[in-house]
């Protein structure tokens, strides 16, 4: 019998910190477009227990993972490898730690203490309270991404590509009790969550969904997983160009949105079972490095401030060759979910369901290593691959053949069934 437990809190910050996901943010933000939300589940089985901790963050920063989760998992009495932190990936959300350059994230000190504290709440209120739960998958799509990048004679540019197909796979995990009624879903879909760059706190698309499927069923409280997206994002265009949206458009994109899951969730989806099954691997992932400790040393004097915060950060880590990935594989019933601290591309997902039908591939998960882009993307260039090193403190670019080694990874978890 599955058991689950929910709990939710808000956690817009007392006092206006700096919002994390774009540069150009220099202060602290303008105002409250609406609440931010930590929602948690608490499930078990009766030979396994795990903890999702869904937040409309960006990510959650690895230095804050690696902190909170050891004293949390004694706390509640399990593993820290059976706490999964996962995040929508909102650009209008503070940040949670240092470890990144400061121009892409920064973190206040009472916020996150301030955090720690509504999950630590919010944990204990999910076990206090288990219900038995059925679960019911339902399988659709949503047509409102689109794959970003295009090659043009300048290279590969962050622009809307409608000739290669994006990723429009709309799956909920639907959490019944025993008189019928919805306790919570569980939303996956791959497409970022950075409709708005205005310098206001919001949920986006994901958290406000999340608002209005709670308010549609009393009682229930659901969480959003974010998918390969990558190099993918919201179809918000104008002309040949992504365009920000103001916060009324945020609202309207996130009300279609939901009404598309709200339609699917209408359709009396299929029984999956209720066992739950964990397991987890780590794989070193290699850096290719163009440059000398000498070099990243005079880079510390650059006139380029993203440049001189990322020679700080990876002569901190003595430019360490790689970054680690760790990915985690959870199945609930006949679901197969794979979990990982990182951005990963549609490729990624599209190769774990050639290994389990139907499987979901999920990023930001217990921290944050960077862009997974596939061989192909790597060699051809771009922000994904090579722009966004800089700001995620790489010291170096990721080897082409990290796609066989993630491919591998996720094989393991496979064969470990």
């Known amino acids: 019998m599955l058991m689950l437990g929910t709990a939710k809190r808000c956690i817009t910050p007392r006092i206006p910190v700096r919002l994390c996901g774009y540069a150009v943010r220099k202060g602290v933000y303008d105002g409250v477009r609406e609440d931010i939300f930590l929602r948690v589940y608490a499930l078990q089985d009766g030979k396994t227990a795990l903890f999702l901790f869904y937040a409309d963050l960006i990510w959650w920063n690895s230095d804050f993972i690696a902190k909170i989760r050891p004293a949390l998992a004694e706390s509640l009495g399990v593993q820290p490898e059976s706490l999964l932190f996962v995040a929508s990936h909102n650009h209008s959300g503070p940040g949670t730690g240092n470890n990144l350059t400061a121009l892409l994230e920064s973190a206040d000190e009472a916020y996150t203490e301030f955090l720690s504290g509504q999950i630590r709440e919010a944990a204990e209120e999910a076990q206090a309270h288990p219900e038995p739960v059925a679960v019911r998958r339902f399988d659709g799509q949503c047509c409102m991404n689109v794959y970003r990048r295009l090659r043009t004679p300048e290279g590969i540019q962050m622009m809307p590509n409608y000739g290669i197909p994006a990723d429009r796979t709309l799956t909920a995990l639907g959490f019944y009790r025993t008189d019928g009624s919805l306790k919570g879903v ?87 079972g209720t066992s739950l099954r964990i397991s987890h691997t780590s794989v070193r992932l290699k850096l290719n490095q163009t440059f000398t400790r000498r070099q990243a040393e005079k880079a510390l004097e650059s006139p380029d401030e993203a440049v001189r915060q990322w020679a700080e950060k990876v002569l901190a880590k003595s430019l360490r060759p790689y970054e680690t990935l760790y990915m985690t594989r959870l199945d609930i019933g006949s679901t197969a979910f794979y979990f990982l601290n990182a951005e990963a591309v549609q490729s990624y997902a599209a190769f774990a369901r050639t290994l389990h039908k139907g499987a979901l591939t999920v990023g930001y998960t217990n921290g944050m290593i960077g862009y997974l882009a596939s061989a192909p993307q790597i060699a051809a260039g771009g922000y994904e691959p090579q722009g966004s090193a800089r700001y995620f403190a790489l010291a170096g670019t990721y080897s082409p053949e990290i796609e066989h080694d993630i491919c591998a990874a996720m094989s393991s978890l496979g064969e470990s069934r």
Do not use: W
């Not at 879909?189 to 698309?205: G, K, V, W």
């Not at 608002?211 to 918000?236: I, Y």
């Open 186 to 272: 569980l939303l996956h879909y791959p497409c970022h969550a950075n409709l708005s760059n205005e310098n206001y706190i919001q949920p986006d698309y994901p958290g406000m969904a999340l608002r209005m499927l709670d308010e549609a069923h009393p009682g229930s409280v659901s969480l959003f997983l974010q998918g390969c997206t990558g190099d993918l994002r919201p179809n918000s265009v104008l002309g040949s160009r992504f365009t920000p949206c103001d916060f009324s458009h945020v609202a309207q994109f996130a009300k279609d949105f939901y009404g598309v899951c709200q339609t699917l969730l209408e359709r009396g989806g299929r029984e999956t």
